[in-house]
C-alpha cells in the first residue's frame, strides 16, 4: 500500500507523529520501524533545550496537554539518534524546530547535508503568509533538495489558505492535524492532543483534499484505530500519523498498518 507525497515514496500510509515515538529506540521492542511508511523524530532545534518545567504532560479527558519539549540539539542528533533510525530500517522524517526564521534555516543547511533522512518537516503558525515563507526559505536551504512536510494546526477558518499558501512555497505536503493551542492546568501554554481533537483534524483534512485535490495530505490528531484511520483516508488523505495513542499502546502503528495492509485488493 505504498503512497506518494510529491517526491517522496514512501511504501506505506502510516507514520509516527513528531515526538510520539521517542529516539526510536523507545518504540523498537513493539514494532519494526522499517515496516511503516516513515517514522519523524522528536522536533529538533539547533542548540540543546532542556524544555518546559515539570510538569509538562498532563493527561486530560480524551487528550493530552503537553508544553514545550526537551531538545538534544541538532549535533548530537546527527551523531547519534538519526544514525541508530537510518540503522534500523526507518524512513526518517525529521521534524525541525526554531524560534527565528534564521535558527530554522540553518537547521536545513546543516540537516541537507547529512546521509539518511528522506524529508523534513516543519510546524507552521501563525498568518499564512508568515507559514509560507518559513516554507519557503527551508526549502531553499535544504541543499539535497530533500522534500518538506508543512505541518499546520487544524483551525477549520484558516487551514485551507495556510495549506495553499505552504505548498505554493513548496512544501511536497502538508500534514494537517497539530496540536490545538491550549494550557496546562496551572495556565502555562500546552497543546491539546489526542481523541479531543480528531473530529476538527477531521473536518480540515476534509476541507483541504476538497479545495486542494491535488494536494498530498497527510491527516492526523487522535487517530487510535484503525477505523480511524480509514475515516482520515477516505476523507482524501493519503497518508495518517499516529502520535499520541503511542503513549497509550506502543503497538497501534503497526496494528493499524497491518490492518490498512490486509485490506489492500
Known amino acids: 500500500m505504498s503512497v506518494s ?3 517522496l515514496e514512501l511504501p506505506g500510509p502510516v507514520l509516527v507523529a ?15 520501524l522499517a515496516t511503516l511508511g516513515a517514522f519523524v523524530t522528536r522536533s529538533i532545534s539547533l542548540d540543546p533545550r532542556s524544555g518546559a ?10 487528550g493530552l496537554l503537553h508544553a514545550e519539549p526537551p531538545s538534544p540539539g541538532l549535533e548530537p542528533f546527527l551523531a547519534s539518534e538519526l544514525p541508530w533510525l537510518v540503522r534500523s530500517g526507518a524512513r526518517v522524517v525529521v521534524s525541525i524546530t526554531g524560534r527565528s526564521l534564521g535558527e530554522h534555516t540553518e537547521i536545513a543547511r ?8 528522506v524529508a523534513v518537516e516543519v510546524a507552521v503558525s501563525g498568518e499564512p503568509f508568515h507559514a509560507a515563507s518559513l516554507v519557503a526559505a527551508v526549502v531553499r536551504d535544504l541543499p539535497r533538495g530533500l522534500p518538506v512536510l508543512a505541518k499546520l494546526r487544524p483551525d477549520p477558518l484558516r487551514v485551507v489558505e495556510t495549506a495553499r499558501g505552504v505548498l505554493d512555497a513548496g512544501a511536497a505536503a502538508v500534514v494537517v492535524g497539530d496540536a490545538q ?8 501554554p500546552a497543546g491539546l492532543s489526542g481523541p479531543a481533537i480528531r473530529p476538527v483534524a477531521l473536518r480540515c483534512v476534509t ?5 486542494l485535490p ?15 484511520a480509514r475515516s482520515f483516508l477516505a476523507a482524501g488523505a493519503r497518508a ?10 506502543p503497538t497501534t502503528a503497526a496494528r493499524i498498518a497491518a490492518e490498512l495492509d490486509q485490506e489492500t485488493p
Open 5 to 7: 507525497l510529491g517526491a
Open 18 to 32: 513528531a515526538g510520539c515515538g521517542g529516539t526510536g529506540r523507545e518504540l523498537e521492542p513493539y514494532v519494526d
Open 53 to 62: 518545567e515539570a510538569p509538562r504532560v498532563v493527561e486530560t479527558p480524551s
Open 110 to 117: 546543516r540537516l541537507g547535508r547529512a546521509p539518511g533522512p
Open 181 to 188: 493551542a491550549a494550557a496546562l492546568p496551572d495556565g502555562r
Open 207 to 211: 476541507e483541504v483534499c476538497a479545495a
Open 214 to 228: 491535488d494536494a498530498a495530505v497527510i491527516g492526523g490528531g487522535g487517530i487510535a484505530t484503525t477505523a480511524d
Open 240 to 249: 495518517i500519523q499516529v502520535g499520541t495513542a503511542l503513549l497509550h499502546d
